[in-house]
């Protein structure tokens, strides 16, 4: 089973100050953090979805999110449009989605939701379900017609019983980073 890694990282980061994608934490972009943790769980490929800051970023591929302001939404949808419509994923069976913003982020959590059979997945931290999540490919299309604004995926996903959580609270922390206080004072490797 191929699985890809989808890291969106085009936001501004209005409440940061900053487009969070180029911070560096412990000597390395939150951006190259993202793509590192979910390569080294064994995605493959990856994406990253930029936006309002753009540059280069190695081990990835880049998928530019013209509509980045109007929300995480359309970045998810770039990401999921790329991988439908593009060959060379054609027999990729399934994608992580994390956000570029995740400092606590572990290569077992990802690994560990990679891992998990459900077609639907998130990982939870102590029963709260947060980031990533894992679809499979049938989903992609219907998740991506309603990616909307800030919600993600957050629609497609809000009345399914389906939805399996997978705990990697012992693993990995969930909280995000939103103002430049909630980053770690130092960066961990993980």
């Not at 991988?83 to 290569?107: I, K, M, R, S």
Request: with cysteine; aromatic share 4%; proline share 6%.
């Amino acid at each position: 089973m191929r699985i890809a890694g989808l890291v969106l990282a085009a936001g501004a980061g209005s409440r940061f100050g900053q487009p969070k994608a180029p911070v560096v934490v412990g000597g390395e972009r939150l951006v190259d953090r993202a793509v590192r943790i979910i390569r080294e769980a064994g995605a493959d490929p990856v994406l990253v979805v930029l936006g309002a800051w753009q540059g280069d970023v190695p081990d990835a591929t880049v998928v530019l999110n013209p509509d980045w302001g109007s929300g995480m939404g359309s970045s998810l949808r770039a990401g999921l449009t790329e991988l439908l419509n593009v060959e060379a994923y054609a027999d990729v069976d399934g994608v992580v989605v994390t956000l570029v913003d995740l400092p606590g982020l572990t290569c077992a959590a990802v690994r560990r939701l990679m891992l998990h059979p459900s077609s639907l997945a998130a990982a939870s931290f102590d029963g709260s379900r947060g980031h990533p999540v894992k679809f499979a490919r049938e989903h992609w299309g219907p998740v991506a017609d309603q990616a909307i604004g800030d919600a993600g995926a957050r629609a497609y996903l809000r009345d399914r019983d389906d939805v399996v959580l997978v705990e990697v609270g012992d693993v990995a922390s969930g909280e995000d980073v939103d103002r430049p206080q909630d980053l770690p004072e130092v960066g961990s490797r993980a």
